[in-house]
């Protein structure tokens, strides 16, 4: 790990910032990216701090200019990104019904459109290093769609499909790709799911965002195609498919119950 390279978006909150963390302490060189800049200096600060490298590098990923910018500043500071780890995305709770345009156009931009973008953008610094590894965070909800996330579950669907098939084309060039799938993490993504200070859908028990970073940490040590933290949801993905009547009226009546309790909390017809 000591002295590699490591582009993690998504940075300044949750699993990003805590996998810049633990990767940092590893010996890694991390360039932290997202939108708030402040969040990014300061955890930048904290590394530098400890003895590590970092570098804060502020990008909408929702802009193909910021994308570009990104990529050209790394490789003009520190030369051709040898491991990028596309973990930035977030969801929203609502029907498809109700969920407006632009939040759906945001959501796949962000989730699997930059995504493949910076792919794109780092594959020829790779290919000249003649080594790398992709990790893209996707989730349990890219395995088994459960209402109200089922727009941000078709986002992230395409994010383990899209490894899939990357993995199997980089496979002959010496670059590693690995999926990895959360289950529910304590982070800020069911605030911003909700539009609430507080998320009215956590989930009890929900991981530890350090229980990701250490996941993606082993991956880059023993390269691995899919993870799925924790395994106890592989038996829930399995059923899934192989019983999907079952589930389906499973996540049905989670799914209304879960938008009822949402619409409670946001002080609407359900309350
Ligand atoms: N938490 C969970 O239960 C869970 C479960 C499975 C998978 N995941 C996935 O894990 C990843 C990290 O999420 P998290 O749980 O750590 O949530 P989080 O704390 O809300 O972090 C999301 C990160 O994405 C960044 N981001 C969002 N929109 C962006 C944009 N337009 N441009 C640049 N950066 C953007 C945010 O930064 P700024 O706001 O500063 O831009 C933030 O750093 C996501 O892909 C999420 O889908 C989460």
Same mark, same amino acid.
């Given at each position: 790990m000591e002295g590699r390279m490591a582009l993690i978006t @998504?940075? /300044? /909150?949750g699993i990003g910032a805590a996998t810049a963390r633990w990767l940092a302490r590893q010996g890694m060189r991390v360039v932290l990216t997202a939108r708030r800049q402040d969040r990014l200096e300061a955890l930048a600060q904290e590394i530098r701090a400890q003895g590590g490298a970092a570098l804060a590098i502020p990008a909408d990923l929702n802009h193909f200019s910021d994308r570009e910018a990104l990529v050209r500043r790394i490789e003009d500071t520190w @030369? #051709? %990104?040898?491991v990028l780890i596309n973990n930035a995305g977030f969801g929203y709770y609502g029907t498809v019904e109700e969920t407006p345009w632009e939040v759906i156009e945001g959501m796949f931009t962000v989730n699997i459109l930059a995504m493949i973008h910076l792919v794109q953008l780092v594959l020829p610094g790779m290919r000249r290093l003649g080594r790398g590894h992709i990790i893209n965070v996707a989730s349990v909800a890219g395995y088994i769609s459960t209402p109200p996330l089922t727009v941000y579950s078709a986002t992230k669907f395409a994010v383990v499909g899209f490894s899939e098939g990357l993995r199997r084309e980089l496979e002959p060039h010496g670059i590693h790709v690995t999926v990895i799938s959360p289950g529910p993490?304590?982070?800020e993504f069911g605030q911003v799911a909700s @539009? &609430?200070? %507080?998320? #009215? @859908?956590e989930v009890p028990g929900g991981l530890d965002p350090e229980a990701i970073a250490r996941a993606i940490a082993r991956a880059l040590r023993r390269p691995r195609r899919e993870i799925v %933290?924790?395994? &106890?949801y592989l038996p829930a993905i399995w059923i899934n498919r192989a019983l999907p009547g079952l589930v389906d009226w499973g996540a049905a009546r989670q799914g209304r119950a879960w938008l009822r309790h949402l619409e409670k909390a946001r002080g609407g017809k359900g309350a």
């Open positions: @998504g940075a /300044s /909150s @030369g #051709p %990104v040898e993490v304590r982070t @539009g &609430l200070a %507080v998320d #009215p @859908g %933290v924790p395994a &106890l």
